[in-house]
């Protein structure tokens, strides 16, 4: 059940359903009144596997963020007239045509001392990295600028596909100014108006064609394949620091230095007699002077490597209080849906008062992911690393779990006779049957008479978590109401 070569998919539409499993639930979704279709469809959303992904680039105040709202049809990326806003999310989930992608923004930056092209260089880079295409934002009226020939040079050497958008086109008059852009060499420009939605559809019709209908990097598609770790954690919690100690070597670089280039972050490393990739994002060496726009490149990087990683082993200073970010971090690796430890770092230098206060802080502050296995280590010595190979196990292993679907829906009947959903204006909505639809991590599609309150939700999970196991995994549950019309009796 556990075994990482097994596909993710049983290559039949049906999500993680074998032939017999999914018959058997169909006549039953039937029985209760669901249209075939529709669950049909349920269980290709719920059972996919990693979505390729979109990343959008361009120098600053050229419609990123407008464009990325736009994609992804609601106002969640931050719109503002000033480079430099922070935002917690940097990917998004999108849909165009009936298929499902991902979008990064890479929309908020600040002009530190290596002046807006070194900035704008840096977070092209940071987002291209994780990305199966990019769209390339230009602002038609300006015309194409020096930063912006930049920004070309670094997608042809990244030999990504690239869909070119001439942004701020309102109206025919403006076509002149986005067929100039040819120039650039990059193909087709799509004149767009990202604020009033103008060509969005050719220009998404485009990236569908560019997008590849499953992303390259297949988790676990081989047996020779070394599994994907991404260590992660704010600046200078020790990530360079563990990669060195666990590789037996100093393949990362720390470095402060202004305006130098990132060295290479994949590291296979030889631990516990066998090979893994480490996803390090820690030797990316850059001064920022801004806290705000260190938080921002954070985030960008942090939303890079799990997009190649299988397992996030979050880094944390336990010398200093658990911050916002140690937190916005954690729920980034949650978000993404990867496996998770969370690794103390520095305990050697803990004296008892601060042990005191770190468990207080990890209950108040880590109180929804008591599920992650937790190491207590110390980079610099190499104390307990030996039990962090056996953290990532135990994570990957509840990461690939599968609950065939009888024993599911066994699981749920007996939870709703003996925790029925409360009464709420005078109807008691219930689950009538479910099926995991899919695994990495384990995506669960529940059938229900009515709508099920969030409590109710997290109760499920906590329920599920305590009879199946799901340790170091993230849990999704989506619920489909049936529908008045078509109801069997």
Request: glycine share 10%; net charge negative.
């Amino acid at each position: 059940m556990n075994d990482h070569h097994v596909n993710d998919t049983a290559g039949d539409g049906h999500g993680a359903l074998g032939d017999a499993e999914y018959t058997e639930f169909m006549e039953l979704a039937a029985e209760e009144g669901f249209d075939p279709e529709e669950i049909e469809s349920d269980l290709a959303a719920a059972g996919h596997g990693p979505l390729p992904v979109l990343a959008v680039v361009g120098r600053p105040n050229v419609g990123k963020s407008t464009l990325v709202n736009r994609i992804i049809g609601r106002r969640e990326a931050v719109v503002e007239d000033r480079p430099g806003v922070t935002r917690d999310r940097v990917t998004y989930e999108a849909e165009w045509a009936g298929r499902r992608f991902k979008v990064v923004d890479t929309g908020g930056w600040e002009q530190d001392v290596l002046g807006i092209d070194a900035a704008v260089a840096a977070q092209a880079e940071y987002a291209i990295e994780a990305a199966d295409a990019v769209v390339f934002v230009v602002d038609a009226k300006v015309g194409a600028t020096d930063t912006d020939e930049a920004v070309v040079k670094l997608l042809r050497r990244a030999g990504k596909p690239v869909v070119l958008c001439a942004n701020k086109v309102d109206g025919p008059s403006g076509e002149a100014d986005a067929a100039a852009l040819w120039n650039l060499g990059l193909g087709e420009p799509f004149p767009v108006s990202s604020l009033h939605g103008r060509g969005t559809g050719d220009l998404l019709d485009a990236v569908l064609e560019a997008l590849p209908e499953a992303p390259a990097q297949s988790f676990g598609g081989g047996p020779a394949g070394p599994r994907r770790v991404a260590l992660i954690g704010r600046p200078n919690v020790g990530k360079s620091s563990l990669l060195n100690k666990v590789a037996g070597e100093d393949r990362v670089v720390v470095d402060a230095t202004a305006g130098t280039t990132r060295d290479p972050v994949d590291e296979l490393v030889e631990l516990a007699g066998r090979t893994w990739k480490f996803v390090d994002t820690a030797g990316i060496r850059r001064r920022v002077h801004l806290q705000e726009g260190a938080d921002y490149y954070a985030s960008l990087r942090t939303a890079a490597a799990l997009e190649k990683a299988e397992i996030a082993v979050v880094l944390i200073d336990a010398s200093e209080t658990i911050s916002v970010q140690d937190t916005r971090i954690i729920s980034m690796a949650v978000d993404a849906g990867r496996a998770l430890v969370i690794a103390y770092n520095k305990w050697d230098t803990l004296d008892e008062e601060r042990r005191y206060y770190l468990e207080r802080e990890i209950e108040q502050d880590l109180v929804q992911v008591r599920w992650a296995p937790r190491v207590n280590l110390s980079a610099r010595t190499g104390r307990h690393l030996e039990k962090l190979v056996p953290a990532i196990d135990t994570a990957l292993a509840g990461w690939e779990t599968r609950v065939p679907t009888g024993r599911l829906n066994a699981f749920l009947g007996e939870l709703v006779a003996s925790h029925p959903h409360p009464v709420r204006g005078g109807k008691q909505p219930r689950i009538l049957f479910g099926t995991q639809a899919g695994v990495r991590p384990p995506r669960f599609v529940l059938f229900a008479s009515g709508f099920l309150e969030a409590g109710y939700r997290r109760f499920i999970e906590r329920r599920l978590r305590e009879e199946f196991g799901f340790e170091g995994t993230p849990i999704h549950l989506s619920v489909r109401v049936r529908e008045k019309r078509g109801r069997k009796k």
